[in-house]
């Protein structure tokens, strides 16, 4: 089946630092994958989408310039969290898509859950 | 290794009440989680359960039996609305999330 990884699984980072998240499609390519942050016990907040080989498409209130998305290759997308702050402090979650965007074929990574300090 | 397991598809019909179904084999166990997907859509928060029994909340109930590695989504009085992927996603011990692949629910009505 269609795998998704995630890494690192958990990072602690002071605060200022530069934080990377990748997240791998293992067996399929993936044209395009998302980007979430998981608050406790709720939905899902989308990020961000990305396409391979362009620019990602920022949701409404997600900085640009702080989280900053990079889907160099059908297998592979970046997030990188950037001068981080303990308010960045969550589970960020990707998924990875073979279809569209609009598909509902989304297949989840683990998560990657940050703390900054 | 982990795993997931929930029906592919399953259909019913408008007015109806579907139970879906997921059984879990993870390193650990700190709760379960069951999300609605719309096509295109992000998934939205259901439920979360950590502790045996059923919770309800109003046409959505979840259930868990921690022993058996088993949980549920009931959904009564079935709307169009609520075609939708369901996902079943489970907290490991490392509080990763597992996730399951998703019933995708028809409506019928």
């Known amino acids: 089946g269609a795998v998704v990884s995630q890494h690192p699984s958990r990072v602690i980072c002071k605060s200022g630092t530069s934080v990377k998240i990748e997240c791998r499609s293992l067996?399929?390519?993936?044209?395009?994958m998302f980007w979430y942050r998981q608050f406790p016990k709720k939905s899902l907040m989308l990020m961000a989408t990305?396409?391979?080989?362009?620019?990602?498409?920022?949701e409404q209130g997600v900085e640009k310039d702080k989280f900053l998305i990079n889907h160099a290759s059908l297998t592979l997308s970046t997030l990188t969290v950037t001068s981080a702050h303990p308010e960045d402090s969550s589970f960020y979650i990707c998924?990875?898509?073979?279809?569209?965007?609009?598909?509902?074929?989304?297949?989840f990574g683990p998560g990657t859950r940050l703390t900054v300090l | 290794g982990q795993n997931i397991d929930q029906p592919t598809e399953m259909t019913a019909t408008e007015g109806a009440i579907v139970q879906i179904n997921c059984t879990y084999q993870?390193?650990?166990?700190?709760?379960l989680f069951w999300y609605q997907q719309h096509a295109g859509e992000a998934p939205t928060f259901l439920s979360y359960n950590v502790l045996d029994g059923l919770e309800e909340k109003g046409r959505f109930s979840s259930f868990l039996s921690r022993s058996k590695g088993y949980s549920y989504l009931l959904l009564k009085e079935l709307q169009m609305k609520d075609s939708a992927s369901y996902l079943c996603?489970?907290?490991?011990?490392?509080?990763?999330?597992?996730w399951g692949a998703g019933t995708k629910l028809i409506i019928k009505p």
């Open positions: 998924s990875a898509s073979t279809l569209g965007g609009g598909s509902d074929e989304q297949f």
């Open positions: 993870t390193s650990g166990f700190n709760g």
């Open positions: 067996d399929f390519q993936a044209t395009t």
């Open positions: 996603a489970v907290v490991d011990s490392n509080y990763q999330l597992i």
């Open positions: 990305s396409n391979e080989g362009s620019k990602a498409t920022y």
